[in-house]
């Protein structure tokens, strides 16, 4: 979970880095665990702040993420075939050109199946936030796409 999260949100290169910065991370603070959420969203909090940590101090989060998007598998959406292809261009362009925060949001929720209210919780937003991040997310995608052709009629 912690892997594909990080793999989710950036760069290839840095993916053991990150994974062995959350579990360090992890195995310090399992004990402060309050309660007050789900064990399983406070892991999720600790991935994302942990990968938020690494791409800011080295200043690479844009290229990270631009760089995961393009090299997203296409078996994630799309069948095989050259349209598939086309398609998958055209969502990766448009993924890479969505805003950190709404790349952040569309994670969560639709590649890692979180609730909102725990997307929320990982993200250290409100429920209504998440919502408003993934409605201009895909307002925007749908936008993109329908420039390339990709988008609905």
Known sequence: ????TVWSLGRAEDLDDIVQEVFIRLWRHWGQFDGRSERRTWVYRITVNTARSHWRSRSRLKAALQRFWTELPRALFTPPGQ?????????AKALAALEQRQREALTLV????????EAG?????????????L????ARMQALLSEDGHGKA
Do not use: C, I, N, Y
């Not at 349209?83 to 969502?91: M, P, T, V, W």
């Open 83 to 91: 349209e598939a292809l086309d398609l998958d261009r055209g969502l």
């Open 110 to 117: 639709h590649l890692e199946g979180l609730s909102l209210a």
């Open 1 to 4: 979970m912690v892997r594909r």
């Open 135 to 138: 409605f201009h997310a895909r």
């Open 121 to 133: 919780q990982v993200m250290g937003v409100p429920e209504g936030t998440v919502k408003s991040r």
